[in-house]
């Protein structure tokens, strides 16, 4: 049974950086694409960034196109969220989404998504 497991999440200043990393732990892991979100209270859960595991293929969210980037180490079975350029409005929690379905594609539905990792508390103090 694959789980992930974040790390990385803190507190950072407007206009800071953090990197937070998702690791997919125990069994076999067959990825199709690994995703970040991101949860405020009283919202709907946010589309963040997803990856292509095999292909490398990356789409983000509106709110954060040119400020994160979002990587993947396939030996180590760990995607990444480098996070530029933070606002207060990209405080939430984040979370780490895993397909590990036979197919080709990326999506920004958390639908799509069939595991995810607890989540970790992401502050951008203004």
């Known amino acids: 049974q694959v789980q992930l497991v974040e790390f990385g999440g803190g507190l950072v200043q407007a206009g800071g950086s953090l990197s937070l990393s998702c690791t997919a732990a125990?069994?076999?892991?067959?990825?199709?694409?690994m995703a970040w979100f991101r949860k405020v209270a009283g919202q709907e859960r946010e589309f963040v960034a997803t990856?292509?595991?095999?292909?490398?293929?990356?789409w983000y969210g509106d709110s954060v196109k040119g400020r994160f980037t979002c990587s993947r180490d396939s030996a180590k079975n760990t995607v990444y969220l480098q996070m530029n350029s933070l606002k207060p409005e990209d405080t939430g929690i984040y979370y780490c989404?895993?397909?590990?379905?036979?197919?080709?594609?990326?999506?920004?539905?958390?639908?799509?998504?069939?595991?995810w990792g607890q989540g970790t508390q992401v502050t951008v103090s203004s």
């Open positions: 990856i292509n595991w095999n292909s490398g293929t990356t």
């Open positions: 989404a895993l397909d590990s379905r036979r197919r080709i594609g990326i999506s920004n539905l958390s639908s799509y998504y069939d595991h």
């Open positions: 125990g069994g076999t892991l067959s990825a199709n694409a």
